[in-house]
């Protein structure tokens, strides 16, 4: 199993990405000698829901400030934008063992050693996948799959205000406090320097 192909594509609106996404799983699920890829950006501004009936983590969907887009994630409503990196892996998860949780706790540990690097001790939290600096959270993540291909992935707050988390309940989680690695780390870190430091560990995806 060859590491995979990482790319950093700078600010890219969401449905660019999303399309970009759809169009590498659609040609690796009709040719699997096609590299893995793991796309690293930044969003513009939209809030994002998964797959569930249950929307009270929106609080109100006409007052959001950005746009809303559903799509094919588990977890409730989440926030990117300016400050966040954001990472797809696109992983044939047949030679991973064709384990989705797995697949979920190598990306939370990617992020804890992320973190690391900058000098912010990160971890779980027992029940709730993501990343987190004690009880503050730092991460999220939701996948899909299509063909045991995997998409979709994860955001890290990396610097800024993350204001747009204000307009939610992340992730569904009440009472929950966002948090950045500049914060913690106590000096400004950029996005593009995070997507650096990601890209060296992705090698281990």
Known sequence: MSAPLTRWLGRVAFSDALRMQEEIVARKAADLSLPDEVLLLEHESVFTMGRTPDQSSLRDPAQLPAPLVIIGR???????GPGQLVGYPLLDLRTRGQDLHRHLRALEEMLIELCAGFGVVAGRRDGLTGVWAEERKLASIGVGVRKWISMHGFAINVCGELEGFSHIT?????GVEMTSISRE?????SV??????????????
């Open 74 to 80: 588990g977890g409730q409503a989440t926030w990117h």
């Open 170 to 174: 992340p992730c569904g989680i009440a």
């Open 185 to 189: 780390a106590g000096r400004e870190i």
């Open 192 to 205: 593009q320097e995070a997507a650096d430091a990601f890209a060296k560990l992705a090698v281990d995806l």
